[in-house]
C-alpha cells in the first residue's frame, strides 16, 4: 500500500486558507480571569451554626491568651525557654511525643469527619472560612447588601466611595493586627507583648510575627478569599480519596429540580411540565466561591450550606416542600432512601474503624499524660578517666539533669544500683524549682574487685523525697580501669 502524499500549498493558496478560517478562529486565555464573587446573605438552620462555630472558635483563640494559671498565662508555647505550659501540664522537649500524637488524632479526625459529612472542617472550623466570614459581614455592614456594594464597585470614584472603602479597610487592618497580636501572644507571654507594643519596645521576631500574621490574614480573608481555597488549599485536591457513594455531601436532588424554569408562585408547575427549581440563582450567589451546586460535587464546594439556606428560602416563599438542595449521600440519591435508610448507610464498618481507632489512641494518650512521671532525667558521664584511690575504690564522675514537669519544687534524692557496694559519696538531695531543669555532678564511687573491668552497667534512681512512690530510673555505665585487675 503507497502512502498517501503531502499536498503542498502555494503561498496564493496558503493566504487563502487562512483568510477563510479566520472567522472560526477563537482566541484561547491561557488563564481564567478573576472575577469578584459579590456573596448574597443567606439566612437558615445552617447559617446560624456556622455563626455558632464563629464565635465559639474566636473565643477560644482571642480569649484563651489572657488566661492566668498558677500565676502564669495558662496557655503558652515558651520556645525560648522549650517549656510548652498548657493549663496544669507542663511539656518539655522529651514530651515531643504528645505532639506527634495530636497530629494522629487530628489527621484521624479529618478523615473521620470527611468519610461522613465531606468538608464539615473547611465549611465551619477552617480558619479561612472564618476570618472570610467576619470580614464579608464588615463589608456587608460598612457598604451594604450584595446590590449596594455591586452598585458602588461599578461607580466613579467619589466621596462616599472612598469613605466606605477606606472605613471597610481600616476595620478589617484593625482585626487583623488583632489576631496577629493574639496568635504571637501565644508564644510570647500576651501581657509582656501588650506592653511591650504600647512603649513601642517590640522585639524584632514579634514584631516581623504580629505583622506578618497580620498580613496573612488581611490578605487571605480580605482579597484571596475563596482563590485560597480553590488554588491553595491541598485538601480540596484529595478530598475525594475519602469520599464514597454513602458520604453526606450537598447536593442538588436532579430529580426532583429538573426540568427547571421560572413560573408563577400559584402555577402548577407539574401540569407545566417543570420541576421544583425556580432557577432563580440563590443558589449561585449565596456561595462564597461561585460555583453552581446544580452542576454537581465540585472540588470548589467549601460544605459551607449556604446554598441550602438560599434555596430553603426560595422553597418557603414558593410554598414548595424545602431539601431540593440538601446533605444527602449518592446512594440515596439513586436508590430514593429516607432518612432512616440513609443514615444506616452512613454509619458504616469504614466509619464504626475510623472511630474505634481515633478513640482508642485518645484514650491512650489521656491515660498516658494522666499517668506520666513528672520527673525526667538525663545522664551524662564525666569524659575524664576513672579515680583509684589509695585503696584501691574506684569513682566515676556524672552530670545529672533533673526536670521537673510540676508547678510546685520538689526535693529529690538520687541513689545508684548496679554494682555491689555503689555509693554516692557527694551530695544525694537536690532542689528542684517547678518546671524547670537542675543539673549537679555526682560521683559514684564503688569497693575494690566489685566489679570487672571495663563497662558496667549501673541505673540511677531520683526519686520525690515527699512521695516516694515517684520515681525515675535512668541507665549508665561505670567504667572500671583494667591495670586495677
Known sequence: MKPTPIKQFSKEEFAKLADSNAGNSEEQALFAVHETIYARTAHGWFSKWRWVLVWFTQLIFYGTAWLEWNGRQAVLFDLSARKFYIFGIV???QDFIYLTVLLVISALSLFLFTTIAGRLFCGYACPQTVYTEIFMWIERKIE??????MRLDKGGLTLKKLRLKSAKHAVWLGVALWTGFTFVGYFTPIHQLAKEMLAWTLGPWETFWVFFYAFATYGNAGWMREQVCKYMCP????QSAMFDKDTLTVTYDTARGEPRGSRSKNADFEQLGLGACVDCGVCVQVCPTGIDIRKGLQYECTGCTACIDG???IMDRMGYQPGLIRYTTEHAIENGLDSSAMWKRVFRPRVLVYSGILLAIIFGAALTLANRVPLKVNVIRDR?????????????????QIMNATEKSVNCSVEVEGIPGATIVTRNIVEVPSATNQSFAVRVEIPKESAPAGSN???FIVRDVDNRDVFVSEKAVFIVPRQLN
Do not use: T
Open 91 to 93: 511539656i518539655f522537649p
Open 144 to 149: 451594604g447588601d450584595r446590590n449596594a456594594r
Open 235 to 238: 485538601y480540596a485536591r484529595f
Open 311 to 313: 434555596c430553603n428560602e
Open 384 to 400: 575524664s578517666m576513672p579515680r583509684v584511690s589509695e585503696i584501691g575504690s574506684v569513682d566515676n564522675v556524672y552530670k545529672l
Open 457 to 459: 552497667k549501673i541505673h
